[in-house]
């Protein structure tokens, strides 16, 4: 996954309720008419960024503002088609050698589970500063049951520490977890949602930190090793079994969750975001092992990279420009930028900003906590999306919270729209990158099942119906099967140290 902003975006304590269903519509509405929008305007400024600029730059309304922001994040069907082509080339060109934008690196995963395996088999989770550690019960028909879970934050000295004493903090929550446990060594699947090289199903060498962590002595070395020498330091009788990110943990939790329901990608949609899919090992050609008996690999796109290169096709406003220059990785994780939980609220407090440099937004008060970056949370624009009272009350509470004492019933109407607007484009960017992974994989005419796990995905209102329509749109048909996979992260590491 990317370097990122250390933030967490947890859209779970969000209450939407049955305003979510109203947002689903007025999500789902608006992407029809953006499509037929795309389809028939020849004057849109969304193709037109000079257009779109100067309507923002004159003296405007703030209605004629928002429907120029919002032709800026409006994305036709022809941009769609370019972008879906243009992620192909970047995944051919990443199965072909290293060091491109997509990384498109083997996973040593070679087989889906039935859903009949039968086991008891732990996993730990590491994906940021949060851990756990889980005893998974695999009983069969698809059911897996979490008997015990052990979670710990990691302190930001033991991130910030070296290898021993983070892999020292780890080890000691294994072996909290397995207390009682005792009699034969245990197995255990690692998700580590980390940039990794992996140089086979139980070993990995960490590519770069991310996420706040900087801990000495890890990058460049082989975390699974670093993790038994700290099981042995503490006595801990467990041995990895396999080694794997989020992307691949939720495709393959949610293959034995749905047995027979073909499903063969795997998409991370929250905090971060990320894909992964099972291609034919004779299209990997930067391969050099035996081929596998299955014929099969997965393959961790690491997605959020795309068009970071070349910079061609990602429609980017000047807010995404702006949001990227600021950030701590800038120019890299363009397309995650534009549809991921950590930055679709700076987005939109980018936006805010400029109305309210221009005297079109709360009067032109100033707030403290718009002033700082990524003070806008993501949750909030799933509240505003969701907010279908008369007078959009609860938006103006959320408002006053910030600091953003006075504002109007158009105003906040506006940001519901802008919000909006953002949300769809999102959903969108997902939908296009789904189809190209399945149009990559033969897929596109038959269909198939895609696990995803994310409170983007699961908590933005209207997110889902956004993305199944322009999925749709694309290619013609509603046979790729969106399948919400929770904790995909922590069940798909026992899944596959089961499997494997």
Known sequence: MSSEPKKSVDLKTVAIGAAAVGAAVFVGAAVLRLLRKGQTSTRSTASN?????????????????????????????????????????????????????????????????????????????????????????????????????????????????????????????????????????????????????QTALASGTLIKWTKGFTAAGVENNDVVALLDKALKRKGVDATVAALANDTTGTMMAGAYQSPGSDCCVGLILGTGSNACYVEKIEN????????????????????????????????LTEFDKMLDKQSPNYGAQLYEKLMSGMYLGEIVRLVIKQLQARNLLFSGAESNSLDRPYAFETAFLSQIVADNTPDLHETLSLLRNIDVQNSTLAERQALKEIANAVGVRAARLAGVGIAAVVTKMGKDKTGCSVAVDGSVYEHFPGFRASLQVTLASILGHNKVHMVLTKDGSGNGAAVIAAVH
């Open 49 to 197: 960024p000079t257009a779109a600029k100067a309507a923002l730059a004159s003296n405007v309304s703030l209605n004629e503002a928002v429907t120029a922001l919002k032709d800026q994040f409006t994305l036709s069907p022809a941009k769609l088609e370019e972008i879906k082509n243009e992620f192909l080339s970047e995944m051919a060109a990443g199965l072909e050698k290293d060091g491109l934008a997509l990384k498109m690196i083997p996973t040593f995963v070679t087989r889906l589970p039935q859903g009949h395996e039968t086991v008891t088999i732990y996993a730990l989770d590491i994906g940021g500063s949060n851990l756990r550690v889980i005893r998974d019960r695999l009983s069969g028909n698809g059911k897996i049951v979490q008997e015990k879970v052990v979670k710990k934050t990691i302190p930001d000295a033991i991130q910030k520490s070296d290898a021993d004493q983070l892999f020292d903090f780890v080890a000691d929550a294994i072996a909290e977890a397995m207390v009682g446990d005792d009699g034969k060594e245990k197995s255990l699947g690692f998700t580590f949602s980390f940039p990794v090289s």
């Open 284 to 315: 990997v050609k930067k391969w050099k092992g035996d081929p596998p008996a299955s014929g099969l690999m997965a393959i961790n796109i690491e997605w959020g990279n795309f068009d970071s290169e070349k910079r061609q096709v990602l429609p």
